[in-house]
């Protein structure tokens, strides 16, 4: 018999390990695992440093542990599930055999949601034999920090497994919104990486440097995003001037099919960003770690405020 609030994870990653805690936390039953040993054995120690840097208390940290449980087989994790999330590496072959795998030892019932940023979900699912309870859920990074998870309907996918996602997630406590076309990059990443081509464009052209770019997005419109979105914008100041700067600005913004050549280059070059010391800036051990700390601080601190 399926348990209705155990939660399957497949991946004890970056991306697993958030999932497993966020569940944890909302009091359901988790029960996650991963093809390596080593991060099957790391799981409690990265949970507890997750929810140690959200601010969580020894007690806190120690309900939510008491509900994961790390399996060595997916078949064991998946047995009794009734929904199970995939955090594998954005591999399509692999993520492939790993849901041919869970159709076989999971519940007829039980969802089944892949966790990817771009790849497409009917490409994913589309060996299954049982289509209609398959779905994309693109958890934001961190997960266990970014409120959104986006749910992506194939053309396969019942209107009821949709409508179980939401309400799972929304019971979390995450912010799930439905993309009901399977499209690339979804809803949220084509509009940050719509706002990435200009800002390429911007360097590549002359017109600024990479860390001018950077300081208008964290100085100005990026202070109301989190409270006013794009079209709310659009509306406070009026669709008749939001058409008129259309008429005058689309025409130069950066509009090609492909990536940049500059961004080419630079990869070229193996100025592949913190991690190799430089990409469109220059950084420091010392100066990547501020950078991380510092967005994981401000997280932090944004969801208490939200949160009173």
Same mark, same amino acid.
């Given at each position: 018999?399926?348990?209705?609030?155990?939660?399957?994870?497949?991946?004890?990653?970056?991306?697993?390990?958030?999932?497993?805690?966020?569940?944890?936390?909302?009091?359901?039953?988790?029960?996650?695992?991963?093809?390596?040993?080593?991060?099957?054995?790391?799981?409690?120690?990265?949970?507890?440093?997750?929810?140690?840097?959200?601010?969580?208390?020894?007690?806190?940290?120690?309900?939510?542990?008491?509900?994961?449980?790390?399996?060595?087989?997916?078949?064991?994790?998946?047995?009794?599930?009734?929904?199970?999330?995939?955090?594998?590496?954005?591999?399509?072959?692999?993520?492939?055999?790993?849901?041919?795998?869970?159709?076989?030892?999971?519940?007829?019932?039980?969802?089944?949601?892949?966790?990817?940023?771009?790849?497409?979900?009917?490409?994913?699912?589309?060996?299954?034999?049982?289509?209609?309870?398959?779905?994309?859920?693109?958890?934001?990074?961190?997960?266990?920090?970014i409120p959104l998870v986006e749910v992506i309907r194939t053309e396969w996918t019942a209107e009821p497994a949709m409508a179980s996602m939401m309400a799972l997630l929304a019971e979390a406590g995450k912010t799930p919104v439905r993309v009901d076309k399977d499209v690339p990059g979804f809803? +949220?990443? %084509? #509009?940050?990486?719509?706002?990435?081509? *200009?800002?390429?464009? !911007? /360097?590549?052209?002359?017109?600024?440097? $990479?860390?001018?770019?950077?300081?208008?997005?964290?100085?100005?419109? +990026?202070? %109301? #995003?989190?409270?006013?979105?794009?079209? *709310?914008?659009?509306? !406070? /100041?009026?669709?008749?001037?939001?058409? $008129?700067?259309?008429?005058?600005?689309?025409?130069?913004?950066?509009?090609?099919?492909?990536?940049?050549?500059?961004?080419?280059?630079?990869?070229?070059?193996?100025?592949?960003?913190?991690?190799?010391? $430089?990409?469109?800036?220059?950084?420091?051990?010392?100066?990547?770690?501020?950078?991380?700390?510092?967005?994981?601080?401000?997280?932090?601190?944004?969801?208490?405020?939200?949160?009173?």
């Amino acid at each position: 018999m399926v348990q209705d609030r155990l939660i399957g994870v497949i991946g004890a990653g970056l991306m697993g390990h958030g999932i497993a805690l966020v569940m944890a936390r909302a009091g359901l039953g988790v029960a996650i695992t991963d093809p390596m040993p080593e991060a099957r054995a790391a799981l409690p120690a990265r949970v507890r440093e997750s929810m140690t840097l959200m601010g969580h208390d020894a007690a806190e940290i120690a309900a939510a542990l008491s509900r994961i449980a790390v399996h060595d087989t997916l078949a064991s994790t998946v047995a009794q599930a009734s929904a199970v999330f995939e955090a594998a590496p954005e591999a399509m072959a692999l993520k492939q055999s790993i849901f041919a795998e869970i159709e076989a030892h999971a519940p007829r019932d039980c969802l089944l949601a892949s966790n990817t940023s771009v790849m497409p979900i009917t490409g994913i699912m589309q060996g299954l034999t049982h289509k209609d309870r398959a779905l994309g859920t693109h958890w934001w990074n961190p997960p266990h920090m970014i409120p959104l998870v986006e749910v992506i309907r194939t053309e396969w996918t019942a209107e009821p497994a949709m409508a179980s996602m939401m309400a799972l997630l929304a019971e979390a406590g995450k912010t799930p919104v439905r993309v009901d076309k399977d499209v690339p990059g979804f809803i +949220g990443n %084509r #509009l940050q990486h719509a706002l990435w081509r *200009e800002a390429v464009s !911007l /360097v590549e052209r002359g017109i600024c440097d $990479a860390e001018s770019v950077d300081t208008v997005v964290k100085s100005c419109f +990026g202070r %109301r #995003l989190s409270v006013l979105g794009p079209l *709310e914008n659009a509306d !406070l /100041v009026g669709t008749d001037l939001t058409l $008129a700067i259309h008429e005058t600005v689309l025409a130069d913004i950066e509009n090609r099919p492909g990536p940049s050549p500059y961004l080419r280059q630079l990869v070229a070059d193996g100025k592949l960003g913190m991690k190799s010391g $430089a990409g469109f800036r220059k950084w420091t051990p010392e100066q990547a770690t501020a950078v991380r700390n510092r967005v994981t601080t401000h997280l932090g601190k944004l969801d208490k405020i939200l949160d009173d």
